[in-house]
């Protein structure tokens, strides 16, 4: 049973940055898809940011050129770094992967204050 252990949320001011981690265990397989949803209260889940096995990455228009993903397929893990955070960021983060099947994380709150 494949599980995704989330880290690295919490509160930070707006301008700053945070870091979000997202582990995968209990695989023998790589993920041919990894990646960050989001959901804020009143709003649908979006995904905000992917990343295939090959490296090939695609962003949300509203965090483009402020959130970077990247992989470690060794480790089956992946990162969000966020900067110039923002208020309209706060959300929980939902760390997503993929075979023929989807796996969710628990999710990690992610609040920006003004």
């Known amino acids: 049973q494949v599980q995704l252990v989330e880290s690295g949320g919490g509160l930070v001011q707006s301008g700053g940055s945070l870091r979000l981690s997202c582990a995968a265990s209990g695989s023998m397989f790589s993920f041919n898809f990894m990646g960050w949803y989001r959901q804020a209260p009143g709003k649908q889940r979006e995904l905000v940011a992917g990343i295939t096995s090959g490296g090939i990455t695609n962003y949300a228009d509203s965090v483009k050129g402020r959130f970077t993903i990247s992989r470690d397929n060794a480790k089956n893990t992946v990162y969000l770094q966020m900067n110039s955070l923002k208020p309209e960021d706060t959300a929980v983060y939902y760390c997503?992967?993929?075979?023929?099947?989807?796996?969710w994380g628990q999710g990690t709150q992610v609040t920006v204050s003004s």
């Open positions: 997503n992967a993929r075979t023929s099947s989807f796996y």
